[in-house]
Every structure is written in C-alpha cells, then in structure tokens.
C-alpha cells in the first residue's frame, strides 16, 4: 500500500507542486550531509501550509521543530516581503544544517531561527511580550504536544491558526497498548482539545503518503 500512496503523492506533485529550486536544494544539501530524508513534511502538506497562510493573510509565523527547514522554507515562501518566521529546533546538529539552509535558500532576512528547547524558548517569548503569532505548526516532540499548545496559546490572537503534525502515527493513537510517551502525549493532547474554552473549533485528519500514515490536527484560537 505505502508504494502505491509513494506514487500518487509523486503523481499529485507533478501536477500540483511547481518547482522550486530552494526547495530541491534544501533536500540535496541535507542529504548530501547524511540527515535523514522522512523528517520533513512531504511537498503536498509544504504546499497546505503555504495556503492555510495565504488564505489567513498571516504576516508571523511561529514553528517548533525545524529539522533542517524544509518546512520553514515553505513558511517563509507564503509570506510576503515583510513577514517573519521564527523557528525553534533542539538539536544543535539541526539548528546548524537549518540555518545553512536557509541561508541558501536566501531566507535570513525573514527567517530568525534559534536553537533551544522549543518550551523554554516560547516561555522566553512569553516573558519577553512579542506580538501575537498569527499562525504557528507545531512538529517537535510529540509528548509536548499538550504544553506546547497551551503555550502557542500565549503567543496567539483571536484568529491565529495552531497547525500540529504527526498527530495519528499509523494508528498507534488508538492503539492503547503503546504507552510511549509520544502516544501519550498525544492521546493527552486530543482531551485538551476537546471543548478548550480558547479554541474556536479544531479537528484532525489522517493523512496517507510518501511519508507513511499519520495525519495533523488544526485548531482556531477563539
Ligand atoms: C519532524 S522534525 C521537524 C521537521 C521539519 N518541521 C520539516 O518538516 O522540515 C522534528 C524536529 O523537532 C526537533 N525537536 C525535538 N524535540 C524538540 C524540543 N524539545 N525543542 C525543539 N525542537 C525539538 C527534532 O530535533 C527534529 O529536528
């Protein structure tokens, strides 16, 4: 099954997808450095990102979990001119290939990418009273799934677009036998959703493709 999702998301980015060179170069860069290749978000779901943000007229965006920007590159791309991105990634090995990325791809200008855990970051964010996000995708670690929304909420507005990937692993979500603390956290995260009294309305989708079964939730900001 995964081959034939593998190539209908191949045949869908032919027609769908336009090229970009930044973003073929990011994935060629990475690789050539030897960073795994089924991290980033297929170019399909690169490609919701951007209009979810184009249709909103989103102008700040907020990520956790940069990897190597792949997705950042998308964020940054649906922006116009004078909009910004900051990205938050853990690791330093990643922060050190995003940030060449998107020096490559011609992003510093709008792209603040930092590395730290991506909590501590948001809590300093908080403290230090940045303006409202207006759109923010969370793809870190997925048992923080339910602080790392709470604390999107400090960062939003009425309106702002809270995106969570990742959020149905193959099913695991539902198979309550897998106590992983990733699972966990997200089994936690859809009760946190359920009639939180700051969001407007929220769902999730499951999603099938090059990148597996999973699917991503997306919630408004009352
Ligand atoms: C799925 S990858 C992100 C992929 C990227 N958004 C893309 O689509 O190109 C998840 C990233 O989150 C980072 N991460 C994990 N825990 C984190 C934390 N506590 N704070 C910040 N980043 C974290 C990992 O190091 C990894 O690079």
């Known amino acids: 099954m995964s081959e034939s999702w593998t190539q209908i998301d191949q045949y869908i980015e032919s027609h769908l997808i336009p090229h970009d060179p930044r973003l073929e170069q990011n994935l060629q860069n990475t690789a050539a450095h030897g960073f795994p290749d089924h991290l980033a ?30 997705s950042t590159i998308w964020l940054a791309r649906a922006l116009p001119e004078d909009g910004y991105v900051l990205t938050i990634e853990g690791r330093d090995t990643h922060g050190a290939m995003a940030k060449e990325n998107i020096e490559l791809a011609g992003l510093s200008h709008m792209v603040d990418a930092r590395v730290g855990r991506a909590a501590d970051v948001m809590k300093q964010l908080i403290a230090e009273k940045v303006p409202a996000f207006d759109f923010i995708f969370i793809d870190a670690d997925k048992q923080s799934y339910p602080e790392y929304l709470e604390l999107s909420l400090e960062l939003s507005r009425s309106g702002t677009i809270i995106f969570m990937d990742n959020v149905v692993r193959a099913g695991d979500i539902i198979n309550f036998e897998n106590k992983k603390p990733s699972i966990e956290g997200l089994r936690e995260l859809y009760r946190v959703l359920e009639n939180h009294p700051r969001l407007l309305s929220s769902t999730a989708l499951q999603t099938v493709g090059s990148k597996g079964h999973d699917g991503f939730a997306l919630s408004i900001v009352k």
């Open 41 to 70: 978000v297929a170019p399909n779901q690169g490609m919701l990102l951007q209009m979810l943000i184009q249709m909103n007229q989103c102008k700040r965006i907020l990520e956790l979990g940069t990897f190597a920007a792949y």
